[in-house]
């Protein structure tokens, strides 16, 4: 176990120490916000990553796998933020491809993260996963497929929403909901409440960015991408934090 930590940990320096390279060819200039905002998201992924997988060891067992989750959710980020942040820093434009592809990996992961924390403390019906695996997967090709024009862009927000609206059903309302409000753990309940009110509030973030940045009158990329970097921030780490949260109240803090 000790060997894989220090692999993992290898492994993002390694992708750090690469981006400090790139740095050198595509220069951040001083008056691009967007650019920056790309900087932040992609070291505080670094830091979330590193903390998330030292942190693994002194959470209670069954907690452990929604940490490690938490890291890898972190570390993909943070290294499409490697490649985000080139493509917007040497030619403007807003990276879709890269995005998009985080978004398929992380959020699906993110979901599962519901499916770890309730089988942290109870048993769960697999089905769960399944559902939230499958809205998720509505929401993100429709938004794609709107966004990268392959499909009208309103109709590709529709079906985009859909599959959200259809994910805030099953966790508040659905099976997912019920089983979290009947499980009687303190720690559960409450990092249960606070993951579904950033997939309600921090989520809403990127259809906003969808709308202002896109759907309404031509592609602004400044402020689609600041919008969507700050959501990924909130989304991703914050997300990942409560969870460490939760999972460190039932325990003993022994280290
Ligand atoms: C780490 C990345 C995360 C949590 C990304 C989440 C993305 C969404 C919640 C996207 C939602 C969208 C809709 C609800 C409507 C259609 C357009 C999308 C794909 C931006």
Known sequence: MKKLKLF??????????TG??????????????VGISFWLVSMGCLAATVFFFLERGSV??????????AGLVTGIAFIHYMYMREV???TGDSPTVYRYIDWLITVP???????????????????????????????LIGGYLGEAGYINSMLGFIIGMAGWIYILYEIFSGEAGKAASKSGNKALVTAFGAMRMI??????IYPLGYIFGYLTGGVDANSLNVIYNAADFLNKIAFGLIIWAAAMQGSSRAR
């Open 20 to 33: 400090v390279a790139n740095a050198e060819t595509a220069m951040l200039a001083s008056d691009d916000f």
């Open 199 to 204: 997939v309600t509030v921090g989520w809403a």
């Open 60 to 69: 209670p067992v069954q907690w452990r796998v929604s940490i490690t989750v």
């Open 8 to 17: 993992a940990l290898a492994t993002v320096a390694l992708t750090g120490l």
């Open 88 to 90: 917007w820093i040497m």
């Open 109 to 139: 992961l993110l979901m599962l993260e519901f499916y770890f924390v309730l089988s942290a403390v109870r048993k769960v019906d697999g089905g769960i996963f399944w559902r939230l695996l499958i809205g998720s997967l509505v929401m």
